[in-house]
């Protein structure tokens, strides 16, 4: 099964900015991959962020954004805030086969 | 409100079983792929078994394959894993998920699996 990296911590200051990476060891990731970001702060459940590589939903704040980066999914944080302290996951789907997770990022606020 | 719930965790001996259930409200439960999620304590999250809107199609991670079964039924807004053969490694929060893209996607809160003797 295919493995999907992350950078295991990542640390941003208050009101910085920071990009999180998702690769794949098949290679380039692409939208056929359908990329997903998920939140999950201490002692939470996940919550999606974005949806299909780039999408939002409503409750996604605006200070998140994504896309496709170098061959690999990103998602970028602009204007850090305290409750943006989490772990970030992204998940990948390989056609016929399934979705793998990425390892998470610890994203630290400070 | 879109709510998930699960049911059904609890302790259970190696190659035991048990069914994990989710129920779904507040949302067209035919509408979504669902999924099961497990987080072992103090590891990432794994994704385990997804089944598409009208059932036809599941896939499975190998390392349970054989072992759980995946089911649901759209008319009671339910969604069921049947895990068999249990190991110790199959101990963890399992989280129902349902992915909608523009129709939304939702988590429940969790049940827990312990696996042990």
């Known amino acids: 099964q295919a493995v999907v990296t992350q950078e295991p911590s990542l640390t941003v200051s208050p009101g910085g900015t920071v990009t999180l990476t998702c690769g794949s060891s098949?290679?380039?990731?692409?939208?056929?991959?359908?990329p997903y970001w998920f939140q999950q702060r201490s002692g939470q459940a996940p919550r999606t962020l974005i949806y299909q590589t780039s999408n939002k939903h409503s409750w996604t704040p605006a200070r998140f954004s994504a896309s496709l980066l170098g061959g690999k999914a990103a998602l970028t944080l602009s204007g850090a805030q305290p409750e943006d302290e989490a772990e970030y996951y992204c998940?990948?789907?390989?056609?016929?086969?399934?979705?793998?997770f990425g390892g998470g990022t610890k994203l630290t606020v400070l | 409100e879109v709510q998930l719930v699960e049911s059904g965790g609890g302790l259970v001996q190696p190659g035991g079983s048990l069914r994990l259930s989710c129920a779904g409200s507040g949302l067209t439960f035919s509408w979504y792929w669902m999924y099961w999620v497990r987080q072992a304590p103090g590891k990432g999250l794994e994704w385990v078994a997804n089944?598409?809107?009208?059932?036809?199609?599941?896939h499975y991670v190998d390392s349970v394959w054989g072992r759980f079964t995946l089911s649901r039924d759209n008319a009671k807004n339910s969604l069921f894993l049947q895990m068999n053969s249990l190991r110790a490694e199959d101990s963890a929060m399992y989280y129902c998920?349902?992915?909608?893209?523009?129709?939304?996607?939702?988590w429940g809160q969790g049940t827990l699996v312990t696996v042990s003797s």
């Open positions: 089944i598409n809107q009208d059932g036809s199609a599941k």
């Open positions: 098949t290679g380039a990731v692409t939208n056929g991959h359908n």
């Open positions: 998920a349902a992915k909608g893209a523009a129709a939304g996607d939702f």
């Open positions: 998940l990948l789907a390989y056609s016929g086969v399934g979705e793998v």
